[in-house]
C-alpha cells in the first residue's frame, strides 16, 4: 500500500473536494468491512424509519410504474439496507427478486443493478460473486466508483491482499470520500500500520457532514483504541459516536466492551441488552453470552448462545453462509469437530486472515497442532496487531513445546490488549504464570544439580 500515504495526505490538503458534496450520494448504505460493503460514503444508519420510508415510495412508485428498471434497482438496495439496519435477513429474497427485474427490464450495462446484487453478494458472505458482479460494472463504466467499494471488500474478505489494496486505492483515486478513507483504514490497520489508519478515519471524519457519517467514523476511531488497549479512550470515542447519532448501535455494543475491560460490568450488561434489543447481531450476542460466562451467569450465556445460533440459522435460510461466525463459536463453546468441519469450508471459499486464526484455534481445540501453527503463522503474516491473533498461536505453541515462541506471542497479546477478551484475556495470563513457573522449576533444578556436582 505503498501510494496510500501519499494519496491520503494530497487529499487532506484538497478537502475542498470532499466538502462540497460528495457525501451526498443517493445510494443506501451498509456495513462497513470486514462484514459488508457499501454504495455511498455515508454508511450509517440514519433511523430505520427512513429506509422503510423510502421502500413505501420505491414501491407505490413502481405500483404505477412497473417497468422503471432504475425503480427497482433503487428498490433492491433499499432492501438490502433494511436487512442491515434490521439484522433481518428475510429481506435478502426481496432484494435479490427485485435486482433481478431490473436486469431483466434493463440488461444492458445496467450498473445499478450489479453493483446492488454485488452489495447483496457480500451481505449473504458470497464474496466471490461479489468480486465478479464488481468487475463487470468496472469493465462496463470504469469510474462507476461504488463498484470499487464492493470489489475491496469482496477481494479482502478473499484474502486477495494485493487486490484489496489496488482496490481500495482505485476507489481513492476515483472517489476520496468516507466509504474511500473508511477502507483505506481497515487495510492499513490489516498491515500493521494503525497511525496510518487513524490518519485515514480523521480524513474520513473531516469530511463527514451527516450525523450518522461522522458516528460511524467515530466508532471506527474509538475501535482503534479499543484494540490497542486503550478502553477509556474507546468508551470516550463510543460516546462521542452516539452524541453525533444516538440510533447508531454499534457504538451502543461498543461502549459494552470498553465497560467491560474497565470492570464497569453493570453498564456493560444494560448496554449489551441495549444493542442487542435493537440489532440481534450474533457478534452482540456472543459477546454478551462471554461476558455473562465470565462472570458466572451460566444460565444467561447459554441464552445469548442459543440466541446466537437462531440467528445464524435464519441468515442461512435467507442465503447467508457465514460458517466462520458459527465455526468461532463451536470452536470455543460447542464442538471442536464441529468448528473444524466448517471452517474448512470456510477456508475453501475464502482464505484471509480471519479464517484462517479461526481454523487455527478449531484445531487446536480438537488437537491438531501441528496443522493448526501453520494457520496461525499465516493469520499474522502482513502485520495485523490483532491480540486474539497472537494469543491463539501462542497458546497453540504452548501445546507443541514451543515454550519461546508462546511466551513471546501470548506476551504480544497482552500488551496489544489486555483486555482483549473477558474469558480469553485471564486464560492468556495464567498460561504466562506457568510458563514462568515451568522455567523457574528448571532453572532450580540445573542449579541444584550444579550445586551437587
Not at 413502481?62 to 429481506?91: F, I, K, M
Request: with cysteine.
Amino acid at each position: 500500500m505503498r501510494r496510500l500515504p501519499l494519496l491520503l495526505t494530497t487529499a487532506a490538503l484538497c478537502g475542498c473536494l470532499v466538502a462540497v458534496g460528495a457525501l451526498r450520494d443517493d445510494v443506501p448504505r451498509t456495513t462497513p468491512p470486514p462484514n459488508g460493503t457499501a454504495w455511498r460514503d455515508a454508511r450509517t444508519p440514519g433511523p430505520d424509519g427512513t429506509v422503510a420510508q423510502a421502500i413505501a415510495t420505491d414501491q407505490a412508485r413502481l405500483r404505477e410504474r412497473p417497468d422503471d428498471a432504475n425503480s427497482w434497482a433503487g428498490l433492491g438496495a433499499l432492501y438490502v439496507e433494511q436487512a442491515r439496519l434490521t439484522s433481518d435477513p428475510s429481506y435478502y429474497p426481496k432484494a435479490d427478486e427485485a435486482l433481478h427485474r431490473s436486469l431483466t427490464l434493463s440488461p444492458q450495462a445496467n450498473v445499478d443493478a450489479l453493483t446492488g446484487l454485488g452489495t447483496l453478494a457480500n451481505a449473504r458472505h458470497l464474496f466471490a460473486e461479489a468480486r465478479d458482479l464488481a468487475g463487470q460494472v468496472i469493465t462496463a463504466s470504469p469510474y462507476h466508483w461504488q463498484a470499487y467499494a464492493v470489489l475491496a471488500d469482496a477481494r479482502t474478505q478473499l484474502g486477495d491482499d494485493q487486490g484489496a489494496t489496488e482496490a481500495v486505492q482505485a476507489l481513492l483515486d476515483r472517489h476520496p470520500g468516507t466509504a474511500a478513507f473508511t477502507r483505506a483504514a481497515y487495510d492499513l490497520e490489516q498491515h500493521g500500520r494503525s497511525a496510518e489508519a487513524r490518519q485515514a478515519l480523521q480524513q474520513a471524519l473531516d469530511g463527514a457532514f451527516d450525523p450518522s457519517d461522522q458516528a460511524f467514523c467515530r466508532y471506527q476511531m474509538a475501535e482503534l483504541e479499543r484494540n490497542a488497549g486503550k478502553p477509556d479512550v474507546a468508551l470516550a470515542g463510543y460516546q462521542q459516536a452516539l452524541r453525533a447519532d444516538p440510533s447508531y448501535t454499534p457504538a451502543v455494543a461498543g461502549k459494552a466492551r470498553a465497560e467491560a475491560a474497565l470492570g464497569h460490568t453493570d453498564d456493560a450488561l444494560r448496554d449489551y441488552t441495549t444493542a442487542i434489543g435493537r440489532i440481534p447481531l450474533p457478534q452482540f450476542l456472543l459477546e454478551l453470552g462471554e461476558l455473562q460466562e465470565s462472570l458466572g451467569h451460566t444460565a444467561e450465556a447459554s441464552r445469548q448462545y442459543g440466541l446466537l445460533t437462531a440467528e445464524q440459522q435464519l441468515a442461512a435460510a435467507n442465503g447467508v453462509v457465514d460458517d466462520l461466525s458459527l465455526g468461532q463459536y463451536e470452536a470455543d463453546h460447542g464442538d471442536p469437530a464441529a468448528a473444524v468441519r466448517l471452517l474448512r469450508g470456510e477456508w475453501q471459499r475464502r482464505q484471509n486472515a480471519l479464517v484462517a486464526d479461526a481454523l487455527a484455534w478449531a484445531l487446536h481445540r480438537q488437537g491438531a497442532d501441528g496443522e493448526a501453527v501453520g494457520l496461525a503463522e499465516q493469520a499474522e503474516s502482513h502485520g495485523w496487531h490483532n491480540a486474539l491473533f497472537s494469543y491463539h498461536r501462542g497458546e497453540i505453541e504452548r501445546a507443541l513445546g514451543r515454550t519461546d515462541e508462546a511466551r513471546a506471542h501470548l506476551g504480544e497479546a497482552l500488551r496489544t490488549d489486555p483486555y482483549f477478551s473477558p474469558l480469553q484475556a485471564p486464560h492468556a495470563r495464567a498460561a504466562l504464570d506457568q510458563l514462568d513457573q515451568h522455567d523457574q522449576h528448571d532453572q532450580q533444578g540445573q542449579q541444584g544439580q550444579h550445586d551437587a556436582g
